[in-house]
């Protein structure tokens, strides 16, 4: 009885081990994709970049890292609608980032001043942007 | 104690350039729309930009620069793909006989007439000022004394010559005879003289800085009428 504990202790920590290395697995090849990412899109290579980014949404579709880059990304390629709805999902899964906030008033600012969108949400005025 | 003052403060410095590594500034280039509208004004003809000569402290300068001026402007609209542009030579041809005036400005009937023969959907038309402001200026450097074998505080006297030119710009609409665009440019450079360049810079000419200072101005308006591409930065979280 004590030797079968014994194994069903060995198995559990060895499931908990090996679990958590795939966790490891995950997010060190999310890191490396959004780490790759920001290089291609700081040699202005967008279209590369977004391709990365929807990679890490594809693993973690919770990320709001990817989704928060995916919007900048957008941005730069010119689509901003895709770029509003990735901001968007940035901040409903971490609303008190100040940096997804930032970039999501910048491109709705944008958007008001190109005429784009007439009907694009009123800015909240709470916002202000503090990291400037 | 002192050891672990030592050990918060290390691990409070540390946080601070975690925090700071990550973010990633980028710049994105943004699409910014025309101040006008640009599917009713597509095509313009620019008449010569005329000096404001009951204006005060204005200099006297060749006729001609307000042609100039609006050459510049005609080049930098032709460059547009928004826009059609009446050619210089083609102002000239038919604008032959006729001879403008500051009175044109306020004349919109007029000009809405001029821009039917022009078979265009504005005109731009404006006037200029160009003045220069002479200040005494003192400069404070080192230079290195001999006698006191160090370097000591020493000034020199110098004639700062600031060139100012103020353009204004109107657009007038032709089917409405109404002014849609009323905006001045200020453009200034300044130059150091001393005593013997000064004199020979009031008497020298002075055409090709208004010119300079035309087309920096005249690109300013430019931009702003034109759809055009400006950079914004945005935050990449690492």
């Known amino acids: 009885m004590l030797k079968y504990n014994r194994l069903a202790s060995i198995a559990i920590l060895a499931c908990l081990i090996l679990s958590g290395c795939a966790l490891s697995r995950d997010t060190n090849q999310i890191e490396a994709y959004n780490q790759f990412a920001i290089r291609a899109a700081q040699a202005q290579l967008w279209n590369e970049a977004v391709f990365r980014w929807k990679q890490v949404i594809g693993v973690d579709p919770e990320n709001s890292k990817a989704y928060n880059n995916l919007g900048v990304a957008y941005e730069a390629l010119g689509d901003t609608d895709e770029a509003v709805a990735a901001y968007q999902r940035a901040t409903e899964l971490e609303p008190d980032n100040k940096y997804y906030r930032l970039n999501y008033r910048r491109c709705r600012i944008h958007i008001r001043r190109s005429g784009v969108d007439e009907d694009a949400p009123q800015l909240e005025e709470d916002e202000s942007p503090s990291t400037e | 104690m002192q050891m672990l003052k030592k050990i918060t403060i290390l691990l ?8 700071g590594s990550a973010v990633t500034r980028v710049s994105i280039p943004v699409k910014v729309q025309s101040e006008i509208d640009i599917g009713r004004y597509s095509n313009f003809a620019v008449l010569p930009f005329v000096s404001e000569r009951h204006a005060e402290r204005n200099e006297e300068l060749p006729p001609e620069v307000g042609e100039d001026i609006a050459a510049v402007l005609r080049r930098g609209l032709a460059r547009q793909k928004s826009f059609e542009v009446v050619n210089s030579q083609e102002t000239a041809r038919l604008l032959t006989g006729e001879d403008i005036g500051e009175e044109w400005l306020s004349d919109t009937k007029h ?3 001029l821009g039917e ?35 000591v505080m020493d000034y020199q006297d110098y004639m700062q010559k600031t060139y ?21 440019y200020r ?7 001393t005593i013997g360049s000064f004199i020979f810079s009031q008497a020298g000419p002075q055409a090709n800085t208004v010119r300079e200072l035309g087309r920096r101005a005249v690109s300013e308006f430019t931009r702003q009428i034109s759809p055009h591409y400006e950079q914004e930065d945005r935050y990449l979280v690492k």
Do not use: N
Request: hydrophobic content about 40%; some cysteine.
């Open chain 2, 12 to 19: 409070v410095t540390l946080m601070f350039f975690g925090c």
């Open chain 2, 111 to 113: 000009l809405s007439q």
């Open chain 2, 117 to 151: 023969y022009f078979e265009v959907k504005g005109i731009i038309v404006g006037s200029f000022r160009f003045y220069s402001d002479s200040r005494p200026r003192r400069y404070y450097g080192e230079r290195y004394s001999i006698q006191r074998q160090r370097y």
């Open chain 2, 164 to 184: 100012l030119l103020a353009l204004r710009v109107m657009i007038i609409d032709v089917e409405t005879e109404k002014i849609v665009w009323d905006e001045s």
């Open chain 2, 187 to 193: 453009r200034s450079t300044a130059e150091a003289h």
